[in-house]
């Protein structure tokens, strides 16, 4: 692309390209790049030369890891293509590029067919109800089976309609019918670019193609009542007329067509490019985004809004924030102010990104995708507007954490930087965060799976030089007492000069659950001096941090303060404040004291056919199923689970239901622990302190 030539709205597509890890979208973008001209080399993700994944931990990992942009070009048409990780523990990525997209190309394995990952993508198309096209990829593999995969594709919708079928399979492939021309593409071996010659349709193809032409016909005509009229009167809907009833079908969801190729190859890529411009709205077409009181329309002209949809660091550049323009139009230089914090920024050297590299331009135009470096106030899911106007978008609903580790730096520079690095990865990454937990001691690492973790912490030593080691969370527990006691504390000391003396009685009794601490003064007749009392108080509240069984905190009991006596001249607040402390030790063991464990309420939602394995593993791990809720295939579970329980309880979940089930996770509340985990507790306790 010449830097700086301008696309507006009209000549703009955005286009989320989905599927499961490994069916081809990385090579499908690469080669529709390539084919267009956008690119001048055709790079491979085998020899890590890919366009749009080229950061380390992917080459590492061999799979997409993050959301990045690209584009192609056709007819003077600029298609921005959002390749995104296929594996779940990158979800995050994938609906940030559903939001700011306004249609998909779902990539579906001509060997492997519909997968967890379709499946999950194509929720979230139907969610945000975006126009889809099927594209096949692989053709040219062994085992590729084009008639299988579209029986799975019909599973997955009923309005699946081939515009193409292949000619050969595996090896043998070599070309496509396009069923609007009614022609057959045959690929020139060894061709750079895709080329073809047009030719008529192989005679052993003729019957099955006059099969989907019907279909394809009355599909069309369905969607409009002259086109029925024309159809019904033994006419033919013209190529024309058909692209134009297909575009208008798939803006209502009614259809989404079918295509196939070999990207590798180039094979199917002019086609599919022709169709993405012709088949897939620009984003006027798109309809309006809602703003508050505000129906924003891509028209250069309306108020601007921005929304940043990715935030990525590289080192010697800074932060590059990616944000798609719903409304408005923006130069070189403007400045515009961020709604969420109303601070103002400049939009310094603005870019069109592709892949790794930045193209630089004068004017975006409304409906467009764009990057800039360094602003120094913004963040992913701010908006950016025109100084004076806040218009906030709605922001991308980013999913909850799966699984949580406990992380510690292996040195102790790497554990000072701690604080400093963590907040940075999530700003890059919303679905990673990390915090430290004083109750336990802990940071606390949370994310979407082992593998994103392990992907985090891998950038975070290549970009930070910050190394960690993980653990298991510790548990949160906590301690009661069951019933009601009473006794001393006495705090005598005397070792030449001033003395110090405190002496109370305290009866303890139990309060409900949650209720907290509650102090209650009954000295009568000033055997303790008003003055000493809170400290009695302060005493017990200081000693009960720390219980009787294991340590942990105990709650949720009265402490009274009955009795007691004092020294005119060696009491004083400490002295009372330590004989607080004393009788709580005294008092607390003879309260019939037990071990609170934290229980989670665990929402399991499942395709029906592995409720009876997720209840019994609920059940193993000491889970109370509370309900089930079924709807349309898919029943959610509810139970209350033991947090102690619950570690890594997403890989499981995943390995259970082949990647079909997800469960949400509400703190509950605090239940008694039964015998055999107060033991495990307390001689885990024990051994901490003896380390």
Not at 24 to 37: D, H
Not at 126 to 133: D, F, K, L, Q, S
Not at 260 to 271: E, F, H, N, R
Not at 486 to 499: A, L, M, P, W
């Amino acid at each position: 692309m010449v830097s700086g030539k301008e696309y507006t709205t009209d000549r703009i597509r955005n286009i989320a390209v989905l599927g499961h890890g490994g069916s081809g979208k990385t090579s499908l973008i690469e080669a529709l790049c390539f084919v267009s001209g956008t690119s001048n080399r055709h790079g491979n993700v085998n020899n890590g030369t890919a366009l749009t994944m080229h950061t380390p931990e992917e080459h590492a990992h061999e799979i997409s890891i993050q959301m990045t942009p690209a584009y192609a070009e056709h007819t003077g048409v600029k298609v921005n293509l959002l390749d995104t990780p296929g594996y779940l523990d990158f979800t995050g990525e994938a609906l940030s590029a559903v939001r700011v997209a306004d249609a998909a190309i779902i990539v579906v394995s001509a060997t492997s067919g519909i997968e967890v990952g379709t499946e999950r993508v194509w929720e979230y198309c139907e969610a945000r109800g975006i126009p889809r096209i099927f594209f096949v990829s692989m053709m040219n593999k062994e085992h590729a089976d084009f008639d299988g995969v579209f029986q799975q594709i019909k599973k997955l919708s009923e309005s699946a309609l081939p515009v193409e079928i292949p000619i050969g399979e595996g090896p043998a492939f070599e070309g496509i019918i396009n069923l609007f021309s009614e022609k057959a593409h045959i690929y020139r071996q060894g061709a750079v670019k895709g080329e073809y010659d047009e030719a008529d349709i192989p005679a052993e193809l003729k019957d099955k193609e006059a099969q989907w032409e019907t279909e394809l016909q009355e599909t069309l005509a369905t969607t409009d009542e002259d086109l029925l009229e024309t159809y019904l009167e033994g006419g033919k809907i013209s190529r024309e007329e058909a692209i134009d009833a297909m575009a208008r079908g798939m803006a209502r969801n009614d259809v989404f067509p079918v295509f196939c190729g070999a990207a590798p190859l180039t094979y199917g890529m002019k086609a599919l490019l022709s169709k993405l411009v012709e088949l897939c709205p620009n984003p006027a077409e798109a309809g309006a985004e809602v703003a508050g009181d505000h129906d924003l329309i891509a028209d250069d002209n309306g108020p601007l809004a921005a929304l940043v949809f990715k935030t990525a660091a590289e080192p010697h550049i800074g932060e590059l924030s990616y944000f798609r323009i719903f409304s408005g139009k923006v130069a070189n230089g403007a400045e515009v102010l961020n709604s969420s914090n109303g601070r103002v920024e400049k939009l310094n050297h603005l870019s069109i990104p592709m892949g790794k590299e930045r193209h630089e331009v004068s004017v975006l135009h409304a409906g467009d995708i764009g990057v800039v470096a360094k602003l120094k106030h913004t963040h992913t899911n701010d908006t950016l507007n025109n100084k004076g106007k806040k218009i906030a978008v709605e922001k991308i609903g980013f999913p909850s954490a799966d699984i949580a580790v406990a992380i510690k730096g292996v040195t102790q520079h790497d554990e000072d930087k701690l604080g400093e690095v963590l907040p940075k990865l999530h700003e890059e990454d919303p679905t990673f965060s990390a915090a430290f937990n004083g109750e336990i001691h802990q940071t606390i690492a949370r994310g979407m799976g082992e593998l994103h973790l392990d992907v985090q912490f891998e950038r975070m030593e290549r970009k930070y030089g910050v190394k960690v080691e993980t653990e298991q969370p510790k548990i949160a527990y906590r301690e009661t007492i069951t019933k009601q006691a009473e006794g001393q504390g006495r705090h005598r000391k005397q070792s030449g000069g001033r003395g110090q003396f405190g002496d109370c009685k305290i009866r303890m009794s139990p309060r409900p659950r949650g209720a907290g601490y509650e102090f209650v003064n009954s000295v009568k007749g000033g055997v303790i001096p008003t003055k000493y009392v809170p400290s009695v108080d302060r005493g017990i509240r200081e000693a009960s941090v720390n219980g009787v069984l294991a340590n942990y905190p105990l709650v949720d009991f009265t402490a009274e303060c009955y009795d007691g006596s004092y020294h005119s001249v060696d009491s004083s607040d400490i002295a009372f404040k330590l004989a607080g402390s004393l009788a709580f030790r005294n008092v607390a063991e003879k309260c019939g004291p037990v071990l609170l464990e934290p229980v989670i309420e665990v929402l399991v939602t499942t395709p029906d056919k592995y409720v009876g394995d997720i209840m019994g593993d609920l059940t193993s791990r000491r889970g109370k199923v509370q309900g089930m809720d079924p709807s349309s295939g898919r029943t959610t579970v509810r139970a209350m689970v033991p947090e102690a329980e619950l570690y890594k309880y997403a890989a499981t979940l995943r390995s259970i239901t082949q990647g079909r089930g997800h469960h949400i996770r509400n703190f509950a509340g605090y239940e008694p622990a039964p015998h055999e985990v107060i033991e495990k507790v307390r001689a885990e306790r024990a051994a901490e302190r003896s380390g």
